[in-house]
């Protein structure tokens, strides 16, 4: 077969398979531009929707809207919740504390005799330390104490217990306490960080008592 044949075949195929090609265009329904207009204003509507709750949704409360705000935000915030699709300024604009403040862990053994466990601090550390032990600092300052996140207080009560567990004297109780003081304010007694008073109020974040399955 010359080179000319082979050409000429395949040719022919290509112009069976644009054929078939068409042939299956033609088979598929077409688009509606009635339906595609319904979707697109759909989707805009909703769009606009979500913006409007959004900003609503991060008004302060004692902003002036905030009347406004519960008529359109509160028949809505179960649903809202459901989805996740609530916003806040959480990640930018965090609520900034008034207090100074430490996590402290008194673990009591079986014979009563307590062990006090502390996460690493900031201020008794130098430097280089403070940089390889800032994600501890994030854990047990920012996270551990606060009823936010008290789903992994037994999950940190027995991380601890396990470290500290001797056969014959294991633990038997553990307890997480917050110590802290306010911060004097800066704009009418302005303190310098060496000089910030101790933390001296004391708070009982949580009990756990352990069991036996714990140390397995």
């Known amino acids: 077969m010359s080179r000319g044949d082979d050409d000429l075949n395949n040719a022919r195929s290509q112009t069976d398979i644009d054929l078939r090609s068409s042939d299956a265009q033609e088979c598929l329904p077409a688009k509606d531009p009635g339906t595609r207009r319904f979707f697109e204003v759909l989707q805009t509507i909703a769009t606009i929707i979500f913006l409007v709750v959004t900003a609503f949704w991060l008004t302060p409360d004692k902003a002036p809207s905030a009347v406004l705000k519960q008529v359109i935000v509160n028949p ?3 649903f809202w919740l459901f989805w996740g699709l609530e916003q806040n300024w959480a990640l930018f604009s965090p609520i900034i504390k008034d207090i100074n403040y430490h996590t402290v862990g008194i673990i009591t053994r079986q014979d009563g005799s307590n062990e006090i466990w502390e996460a690493p601090r900031m201020d008794k550390l130098d430097l280089l330390e403070r940089f390889r032990q800032e994600k501890y600092r994030k854990w047990s300052i920012d996270s551990l104490p606060w009823p936010d996140h008290k789903e992994f207080w037994p999950y ?3 991380y601890v217990g396990r470290q500290k567990y001797r056969p ?3 633990p038997a109780k553990f307890t997480l306490l917050l110590f802290w003081t306010k911060i004097p304010p800066p704009l009418t007694s302005f303190t ?17 008592e352990y069991s036996a399955e714990d140390f397995r």
């Open 76 to 78: 809505i915030k179960t």
């Open 156 to 158: 940190i009560a027995r």
């Open 168 to 170: 014959d004297n294991p």
């Open 192 to 208: 310098s960080r060496g000089k910030l008073p101790p933390h001296t109020s004391c708070n009982n974040v949580f009990t756990y």
